[in-house]
């Protein structure tokens, strides 16, 4: 029986999430800012279709990339050290989460309903959540955002317009954790891109247990200033 949430209640233990489908842990509830810090702070996040009420997951195993771990290949290293790309911060958030929302090729609709575009703009404007931008004469080529708290940055989703756009974000988005001493990227789900750059699976309890070592306060933790970021040489 999966629990339903309302706004007053909170989240069963994550040990308690299905083993089929993979980390269903419960339904209902609202998209709160403070109901989204504290299912990030448990390893907790909503993931829905338009329709469908509210669902929160936390897989098992769970997909991170070490910030320490990561390793991108030699095109992207070419890539990042051309300077192909500008890479800004938190310059055009809704711009990203709405790219990231659009249809993919080969699917029928999104996860990133309009409410969840409203809940990550709320969180956004709350400090939490962040974009990485790769702009290119002018114009927003690629990007992603996610949530960060503590040490811990929790990856959401990207998107791509040209080659790498994307790739770049990303790597400027481990050189910022790195200065920031962010040690973990949540990643999700498994996919053979993220495992490509470094990102490994691990068994939700011990993502449960650093998460638990990295994240002390639901203040929003200092990331990185607006605007244009360093150059990154790799």
């Known amino acids: 029986m999966i629990p339903r949430l309302t706004t007053r209640t909170g989240f069963p233990p994550v040990e308690r999430a299905l083993r089929e489908p993979d980390g269903l842990l419960a339904v209902g509830g609202d998209l709160r800012v403070e109901r989204l810090v504290d299912a990030y702070r448990h390893g907790v996040f909503p993931w829905y279709a338009e329709g469908q009420p509210i669902l929160w997951w936390s897989p098992d195993p769970r997909m991170v990339l070490f910030v320490d771990e ?46 969840m575009i409203d809940a990550y703009g709320r969180l956004h404007r709350a400090g939490y959540a962040h974009s990485v931008e790769a702009w290119q004469g002018g114009e927003l080529k690629g990007g992603l955002y996610g949530v960060g708290l503590g040490r811990v940055f929790f990856g959401e989703s990207m998107f791509t317009r040209v080659a790498d756009a994307s790739k770049v974000a990303l790597a400027h988005l481990v050189a910022i954790a790195a200065s920031r001493r962010v040690e973990m990227i949540d990643c999700q789900q498994q996919t053979a891109h993220l495992a490509s750059l470094g990102a490994r699976p691990i068994p939700r309890a011990a993502f449960a247990m650093r998460l638990r070592e990295l994240i002390h306060s639901d203040e929003p933790a200092a990331f990185c200033d607006p605007g244009a970021v360093p150059e990154l040489s790799l």
Not at 90 to 99: E, G, K, L, M, N
């Open 70 to 115: 990561f390793a991108p290949s030699r095109s992207l290293r070419r890539r990042v050290n051309a300077r192909q790309f500008d890479v800004r911060v938190d310059t055009a958030f809704d711009a990203v989460i709405r790219a990231c929302a659009a249809p993919r090729e080969g699917q029928d609709g999104t996860w990133i309903t309009d409410a």
